[in-house]
């Protein structure tokens, strides 16, 4: 289930948590007022602050165009967790004029996950053809990037993002753990 941006900015904030399942650096480069950070891969950490923020107020659940936020209710749900997305996430927010807030970064700005993966495929796709004109074999590379860029598409899943999600400028610091955790409580 999910809910549209006006449907959002039409609910009581005393009512509503908005969770924003993005990285830290996209979080910071603009996010919907008032959400709170808690990126997909720290969901399953915080499942008791989440349970009991759940039980006060409704949980709107949000990324960047509403893949990983499809996830995050799944999984939320399949803990016993009522929550919604955010249709078309903040680009759609952003589409439908409304604003977004950023948040200060620590350490240098990271791209947005799209990017990472248009950034990172491409330059794997270049490296197999570079490598290609020394050894035809090295073009498997550049077929295998292109396969996994077709897989995504076609299942609308991102194996690329969820390994560079794994890296560590796109990993929360232990401290916005606690953030997170303070704000979940405070629902």
């Known amino acids: 289930m999910t809910v549209s ?45 989440l349970r009991e923020a759940a039980a006060h107020r409704e949980l709107i659940v949000v990324c960047a165009a ?15 967790i009522e929550a919604i997305g955010l249709a078309g996430g903040t680009d759609a927010w952003r589409a439908a004029g409304l604003a977004v807030r950023t948040a200060p970064h620590q350490g240098r700005a990271v791209w947005a996950m799209d990017r990472q993966v248009r950034f990172t495929a491409g330059s794997l796709v ?24 077709i897989y995504s598409g076609l299942s609308n899943t991102c194996g690329m993002a969820a390994m560079l999600g794994k890296l560590p400028f796109n990993r929360p610091r232990p401290e916005a753990l606690d953030t997170a955790r303070h704000a979940l409580r405070a629902a």
């Open 5 to 49: 941006p006006a449907e959002l900015t039409d609910r009581s904030a005393d009512k509503t948590l908005v969770l924003d399942v993005r990285a830290p650096g996209e979080y910071a480069a603009g996010h919907v007022p008032g959400a709170v950070n808690l990126p997909l891969d720290s969901l399953q950490t915080l499942l008791p602050e």
């Open 66 to 80: 509403g893949q990983r936020s499809a996830t995050a209710c799944d999984l939320l749900t399949g803990a016993g």
């Open 126 to 149: 270049l490296l197999g053809l570079a490598a290609g004109l020394l050894t035809p074999w090295a073009l498997l590379l550049s077929a295998g990037v292109a396969s996994g860029l």
